[in-house]
C-alpha cells in the first residue's frame, strides 16, 4: 500500500445481515462527521437477507481522518455484524500481473496504467516465458522470470509467491497466465486473485474453449473475469462479454475476436476491483458499475 | 388512480439540492417507522449541487399508512427544499395509448400488459387510423377513432385531451403516433407524455430518419424513448438502443430491423417511468434501471 | 406448400464438395437463362473442403419456369455431386407452431405473421394447455388443445403428429413448448423442428435454466434458437443473442429479461429458416443472415 | 509497397454496372485458371443497378502470375465497364499513422501489427506532439515531430506530405490526430486517409462531442470510423459502435468510456480497409465484413 499525499475521498464498503436501520446508523455516522457522499450504492438480497452498501465519501468536509473514522466506526460495524473496509483513494492497491506468451491482455493494462487510467500500483510482472520483458520493462515496470517446469511446479509457485511478497502485491491478476494456481496460492488470495476465462462461463470450461466454441457452432463467443479458487473456472464471476461469431469464423478467427473480448472484460473487471465496487459473498458478486 | 388494495411496498422518490445529512434525515424518518428498504438508489450529480433518490420501502413492516407517512414526511422534505413522490404499489398510473397504422409498439404493450408484465392501467387507446380497433378491443380495451384532418388539428387535439381526461389518463404513450403534438397538450402532460422516436437522437432529427439513415450509410441504427416537449424531438430521453445495418440493408429492411428496436426501447423506457425510476431535470433524466 | 402466384424470385440453395469451377457452372448456368441476382452468398468451409452458396433469382428475366429450372439444373446438381434446393418466393412454408403455457413468443411469432413481416403460412397452433386458444383464433388461426398425460405421452404425440399432417405442416417451431419432443418426431422433421432454448447453450443445459444462472452469478443470460435432434439441447444452433444481468436481478427478473431475448432470437432464427439463409451439415449450421 | 516472396492468395475486388453474366464471366475466368475460392462476397445495389465482388483466391493452383492474371483480365473489366483491383497477399499496404496527444488509439494499433494482428507495413508515425515518441521508437518504428503553428498551418502539412511520401505512405490513419485535415492532402488520399470520430456521427460533428454528448443526455456514446473528405465529419462511413452511459457518467467518464470504443471501431475499420474488404462509391460504403 502506497499513501501518496492526502486523500481526495473514501471509499466505505460494507455488508452485513439486513436490518431495519442500517442505512440511518450508516449515514447519521457519517453526517455526523461532515462526511458528503460522492456515490453511495445499495443493494438488498431479500433472498439471503444480507444488505451491501457502498459510499464514496468527499473527505473535503470530513471532520475525521482515516484513524478516528475507523476507530469510531468499529462499534456502530460490530453492533450490525459488518464486515467493512475503508480505503482513502491515495492508497493504491498493488496489483502483481502474471503473464504466460500472450500479450494482449498485459500490454492493454499496462497502456491503462501508464496513462493514468487504472489507478493502481504494478509492482512487478511475472511470466513463465522471457517474450514479454522488454515491454514490461519499457513500461519501467521490473520483470521476472519464473519458469514452471513439468516436474517442480511447487518450487516454481513458491518462488512466485516470495517475488509477490516481497513486492508487498495485495492483489495477483493472470492476464492469460496458462498455468493452473495451486490451492495454497489460491487460499492466500481469496477475492484479490484474479483471472481471465476465455469463454462465456460455465460454457466450455477447461482447455481450449475456443476449439470447443468452434466445434459446437456456438454464434457468440465470449470471456469471464473472474476470482479464482481452487475449483478451477468455478469463482465468483465479476464480468462477462461476448462477441458476434458466424460461420465464417475459423477457430483461428475465434481466437483473434475473443482476445479483445478478453482484454476488455479483464480491465473492467479489475477496474470494479480496484474501486471497491466487487463484493464477494459465497460463490456470487455484487459489482456497483 | 386505482387502488386495489393493501399494497406491498412504496417508492418513495425525491430530487433536492445536496447537502450533508438528507440520507441521514430520509434514512432515519424511515428507520422509526419500521421501514425495511427493499430497493435504494442514491445519485449525487456533483456538477449541479444536487441529489437524486428512490427508495421502495416494504409496507409488511411499516408503522404509518399513506397518508400518516406524507403527513409527517412533509416538513423533512420542507426543510430540504425536496421534491418528491410517494407511490403505493397497489396505485397503478393510468397510461392512454396513442398509435397510428403502425402495429408493433402496440401490440408489444398490449401484450404486455396483459400478461401481467406492465403494472398499469390501459383505460383506452385512441388513433387516428380504425386498422388496430380490432387488436385492441379483443384486449378488451375501449378504442377510439380520432382522425386529425390537416384542416382542423386543433379541434382533433380537443377531442383527444377530452378523452384522456374522461379516463383520468395520467400518462399518454405515443407508439408511434405519426403527428405532432400541439404546444398545449405537451405543457398539460409534463413529464407524463412518453414517445418513441424511429431513431438515434440526437441523429436524423424530423421526418423519415430510416431514409435519411440510408443515405448517409450509417452502420448501426436506433431508437429513442423520450418525454416530449414543445421542441420536437429535443425532449430528455429516457432509453435508446441501436442494431447493426450493413450495406446489404435496404431502407425497408432498416425499417424491419428498427421496429425491433422501437419495441423494446419504448417497452423499456415505459417500464422505467412507470416503476417510477425516471427523475427529470432541465432536459435531462436521472434513471435508476 | 401454397403457390399463390407467380413469383418474384426464386432461392437456390446448394452445398456440394468445394472444386474449382462450381461457381462458374452454376453462375455460367443461371447466365444463359437470364438469371440476374438479386444477392448471392457463397461459403467455403476449408477444414471441410465444402462448399455452400445462395442465390436469389430474379424472376423477371428468367427464361424458364420453375420445373424447366429443376429438370436442367439436374445433371449440373449431379456433376458436381451436390445437395440442392429450389424455391420460387410465391411458395409459403407451412409452419406449425406448437406452445405451452408461455405466451410471448408465440404472439409475437403471430404479430410479425399477421403484419405480414414474416413470409409464411401458419395452417396451426397446437398447445398442451387451453390458455391461448383466444389469441390464437383472433389471429383467425385453428388452435388444437393436445393434453400430453404422463401416463400416455405416445398417443399424445401420435395426435400432434396426425394433426400436423393434417394440416401439411412442413416446419413446426416450439415457441416455448415445455414437453420433450419424441426421438420419432424429431427423426421425421430433421432440419425443420426448431426449439428455443431458454439459455446461452451450451451453458444450463436441461432444465430451469434461469435458475441455474442465477445461482451462477452471471452477468448476462441468453437464449439458443436451434434445430431439434434427439439429443436434447444439442442440435444445431442457428442464432443465439445475450442480454446483460446484475446482482440486483432476482430469478424473476432474469424470467423476464430473458422473454425479451427468446422472442427476437427466435423470431430471427425462424426468418432465416423461412429465408433459406439456414445449411444444416453435420451439427453446425452456415447462416447467410 | 512490399513484396515479401510469393503469395498465399490474391484478392480481386470489382464494382460495376449490375449485369446478367458478371458473376459468370469473373467466375469462368477463374476457373480456367486453376483460380479456387477462400472467400467470395457478392453485393447487388438493386436502387443503384451497381455490382460489387470480392473474391480471395487460393494462389496454390493459380495457372498464371499477378502480372498475366492482371494483362487476361483487363479486357475482361472492359467488357463490363469494371473498377478493379487486385492484391497478393504478400503484397502489404504501406500505412502512415498521425496522432496528437492522446495515445490509446496509436497504442492499440502499434500493438496489433507488433504481434503480427494487421497485417500491414507502418513505416513511421507522425505527431504534432513529442509525447507519444518514446512509445512509437519502442516498437522501432521512426517518429516524425511536425508542429503545426496555428500562423503557418500549410507548411505543416506541406511537411507532413513529405515526409508521406518519402516513406511511400499509401494510407494514411489518424488515430485521433487532432488538426483538421487540409483539403489536398484529402484529395490526394481519397479512400486512403480513414479517421475515427470520436461520436456516433452524424450525431455531435465537430469538436467536444463528448461534451455534447453529456449535455444532451443520451443513453449511448459512440464511434465512427470513416473515410476523410473536404466535407468535415460527412466522409463515407466504414464502422461504428456504440457502448452504454448513464446519469452516473461524468463528461470525464464519458470520455474514458469512449476511448475503448474509439480503438476498437478504428481496429475494425482499419483491418476491413487493409483486407481490401471496403468499396466506396459516393459517400456510402460497401464492406464485406
Chains 1, 2, 3, 4 share one sequence.
Not at 496458462?178 to 462465456?200: D, K, T, W
Amino acid at each position: 500500500m502506497t499513501t501518496d499525499n492526502r486523500p481526495d475521498s473514501y471509499t466505505l464498503v460494507i455488508s452485513c445481515p439486513d436490518r431495519v436501520g442500517v442505512v440511518a446508523a450508516v449515514s447519521q455516522f457519517l453526517a455526523e462527521r461532515g462526511g458528503s457522499l460522492v456515490e453511495s450504492n445499495h443493494h438488498t438480497d431479500l433472498e439471503q437477507n444480507w444488505f451491501y452498501m457502498r459510499n464514496v465519501i468527499s473527505a473535503a468536509g470530513l471532520s475525521v481522518n482515516e484513524e478516528a473514522f475507523s476507530d469510531e466506526f468499529a462499534p456502530l460495524a460490530t453492533e450490525f455484524a459488518m464486515e467493512w473496509q475503508l480505503r482513502p483513494s491515495s492508497r493504491r492497491e498493488r496489483v502483481v500481473i502474471m503473464a504466460s506468451h500472450a500479450s494482449h491482455c498485459l500490454s492493454d493494462i499496462l497502456h491503462r496504467w501508464q496513462s493514468g487510467d487504472l489507478a493502481c500500483d504494478i509492482p512487478c510482472v511475472i511470466s513463465n516465458h522471457e517474450n514479454l520483458r522488454s515491454m514490461v520493462e519499457w513500461h519501467g515496470i521490473p520483470f521476472h522470470h519464473v519458469p514452471v517446469p513439468k516436474e517442480d511446479k511447487a518450487a516454481a509457485f513458491a518462488e512466485v509467491e516470495r517475488i509477490v511478497e516481497r513486492h508487498r502485491g495485495e492483489t495477483i491478476v493472470l492476464a492469460r497466465y496458462m498455468q493452473i494456481i495451486p490451492p495454497a496460492l489460491c487460499e492466500g488470495y481469496v477475492g484479490r486473485l484474479i483471472n481471465i476465462h476465455h469463454s462465456f462461463l460455465p460454457s466450455f470450461i477447461g482447455a481450449n474453449p475456443y476449439q470447443k466454441a468452434y466445434d459446437r457452432g456456438v454464434k457468440l463467443i465470449g470471456a469471464t473475469c473472474h476470482y479464482v479458487t481452487e475449483d478451477l473456472d468455478e469463482g465468483p464471476i465479476i464480468e462477462q462479454d461476448v462477441i458476434r461469431v458466424n460461420h465464417s469464423c475459423s477457430k483461428d478467427d475465434m481466437v483473434r475476436l475473443g482476445r479483445d473480448v478478453e482484454q476488455s472484460v479483464l480491465s473492467r473487471g479489475l477496474r470494479y476491483h480496484l474501486e471497491d465496487r466487487v463484493i464477494v459473498r459465497g460463490n456470487k458478486t455484487v459489482v456497483f458499475s
